[in-house]
């Protein structure tokens, strides 16, 4: 997932071959819940409740990576799930339609999300959340909520947040801000131009939303960098070393908010690259529950 212009030296390729390794050698954690929110096989959510046993818990919303493809699920960041659970969250884990093919079918490769099924199964899975972890997890406290996600996660975080401000006529425009505390994007592929320019993750913004002739329109729906400003408090963590997401993508999208009159943070991590950010055993790990922290209490 780490091909795109600007040829990173062996060094950086190295360095992330080796991240990758680490935040993705970790066991699946299995949740204490599983839920569903529709009916196809990838409309659940997972439900992980604070290691403590505290009522109350603020409820952490995580929604994985993986450049929207079918290959990458969210048992990758239920190691995350657990680490967020054992600072004292409570999470529930996202599972949505990614690219290619329905379960039984054909396999036609790792393409990158479903158009309109994916914006379909994060907004039904945003809207369900309250009542399903009430249900799961009665000690959770839904009235604090911070949505989280990492890359093509990150995306989706920064994007369930704007859906208030999304063009008339869309299916997934809210009437009024989601109720939610805030939103801490990881290495998000926060601005589709940058991306596209970058060929992020293989091109995975142009097969997400499809090639010349529906690209606009579809990114006026689907591009958070087109969806400023929110009113929503944000944070994005990045790290300096990421050759999958570069800096260059989050800090377009810092820029276009500054441009419509908002603040986002932005938390660079020098000596970083994508996948810290995800894995447990990685002090960025820890930056990343501090800032969910901040804006969950």
Same mark, same amino acid.
């Given at each position: 997932?780490?091909?795109? @212009? ?269 996948? @810290?950010?995800?894995? @447990? ?17």
């Amino acid at each position: 997932m780490s091909d795109f @212009p600007g040829s990173p030296d062996s060094a950086a390729r190295d360095r992330d071959e080796a991240e990758s390794a680490s935040a993705f050698a970790h066991p699946p954690v299995a949740p204490d819940r599983t839920a569903a929110y529709g009916d196809h096989p990838d409309q659940v959510i997972d439900f992980y409740a604070s290691r403590d046993g505290r009522t109350g818990a603020p409820l952490v919303v995580l929604l994985h990576g993986g450049a929207w493809r079918a290959p990458y699920d969210r048992a990758h960041v239920s190691p995350l799930a657990d680490f967020l659970a054992r600072r004292g969250f409570a999470v529930a884990s996202v599972e949505y339609r990614r690219g290619g093919a329905e379960p039984g079918g054909p396999d036609v490769g790792p393409v990158a999300g479903r158009w309109p099924d994916t914006f379909d199964d994060v907004a039904a899975a945003l809207d369900a959340v309250p009542v399903l972890a009430a249900q799961a997890l009665p000690q959770a406290d839904v009235r604090r909520i911070v949505v989280t996600g990492h890359s093509a996660g990150g995306h989706l975080a920064l994007w369930a947040a704007a859906r208030h401000v999304l063009p008339e006529g869309s299916p997934w425009r809210l009437p009024a801000p989601p109720a939610l505390r805030g939103v801490v994007a990881l290495a998000p592929i926060a601005h589709f131009t940058a991306a596209v320019e970058r060929g992020v993750c293989g091109g995975a913004v142009t097969q997400l939303l499809g090639e010349e002739g529906v690209f606009d329109e579809r990114a006026a729906q689907a591009d958070p960098a087109a969806l400023l400003p929110t009113g929503i408090a944000t944070a994005i963590v990045q790290g300096v070393e990421d050759i999958v997401v570069p800096a260059a993508v989050p800090e377009a999208y810092v820029d276009a908010a500054a441009k419509s009159g908002e603040t986002v943070g932005l938390t660079l991590l020098g000596g970083v690259g994508h996948f @810290p950010l995800i894995d @447990p055993t990685a002090d960025a790990c820890s930056v990343v529950a501090e800032e969910i922290t901040q804006l969950a209490w």
